[in-house]
């Protein structure tokens, strides 16, 4: 053999060994599981989204709920205190009386005086 084809023989031996070496460090390999692994990351949080959006939506819900029911007791005040009161004064009454004030109905006005007493006691 002549010292050029020795040569050829030893720089095709070092390529082999450069890209044995290549594979041996595995930066394609980690590469394309890198890849894999953020479309599967992104995958997963496409699909949870609409689910974080509804969770988002919820507590929005619950902050509108809960403002109504403040601005509801806050509009109720001492109610079933002159809830009572109006009753007491329903049931001592007479129909002119009562007519005379412009309450027509006492049955009806008793029942929306419990009415409020049932909605204070709820919020």
Do not use: C, Y
Not at 28 to 33: F, G, H, R
């Amino acid at each position: 053999m002549t010292v050029a084809e020795k040569t050829k023989e030893i720089k095709a031996l070092d390529n082999k060994i450069k890209s044995l070496e290549k594979e041996l460090t595995l930066h394609k390999t980690l590469a394309e599981i890198k890849t894999i692994m953020w479309a599967k990351i992104g995958q997963s949080i496409t699909d949870q989204w609409k689910s974080i959006q509804t969770i988002h939506e919820q507590i929005e819900l619950i902050s509108m709920a809960q403002f109504e029911t403040q601005t509801a007791r806050a509009s109720l005040g001492n109610m079933p205190e002159q809830a009572n009161r109006m009753i007491q004064f329903l049931n001592t009454h007479t129909k002119e009386q009562l007519a005379a004030l412009d309450i027509r109905n006492r049955t009806n006005t008793i029942l929306i005086v419990k009415k409020m007493l049932t909605l204070r006691n709820f919020v």
